[in-house]
Nanobody, 126 residues
Framework: QVQLVESGGGLVQAGDSLRLSCAAS????????MGWFRQAPGKEREFVTA????????YYADSLKGRFTISRDNAKNTVYLQMNSLKPEDTAVYYC???????????????????WGQGTQVTVSS
């Protein structure tokens, strides 16, 4: 069992940076791939990025490459999402999720993820 708690969201201006954190409980955190998804009002939940359990492999949504960076610290049971050059269209609730394993083909499939956090709101003003 893995419990996930996101933090770090808030209200920022366009062009600002923000770092989200996702703290996990459970001894097996380091064995899970981790992902970030986001959901804007009236839209479906969309994939943002994912990282393998070792941290050696990362995946990104094509539209976000270069602005967002995922990382993890298994010693702290935490995964991070660094977001730079934020845009109003990045406004959404951001969720972290844990999966046994993801591949390039499955990284964006929400059903592949076993555990989800409650989400943290990110609002980017223009």
């Amino acid at each position: 069992q893995v419990q996930l708690v996101e933090s770090g969201g808030g209200l920022v201006q366009a062009g600002d940076s923000l770092r989200l954190s996702c703290a996990a409980s459970g001894r097996t955190f380091s064995r899970y791939a981790m992902g970030w998804f986001r959901q804007a009002p009236g839209k479906e939940r969309e994939f943002v990025t994912a990282i393998s359990w070792t941290g050696g492999i990362t995946y990104y949504a094509d539209s976000l490459k270069g602005r967002f960076t995922i990382s993890r610290d298994n010693a702290k049971n935490t995964v991070y999402l660094q977001m730079n050059s934020l845009k109003p269209e990045d406004t959404a609730v951001y969720y972290c999720a844990a999966a046994r394993a993801v591949t390039a083909q499955t990284m964006g499939v929400t059903d592949e993820y076993d555990y989800w956090g409650q989400g943290t709101q990110v609002t980017v003003s223009s």
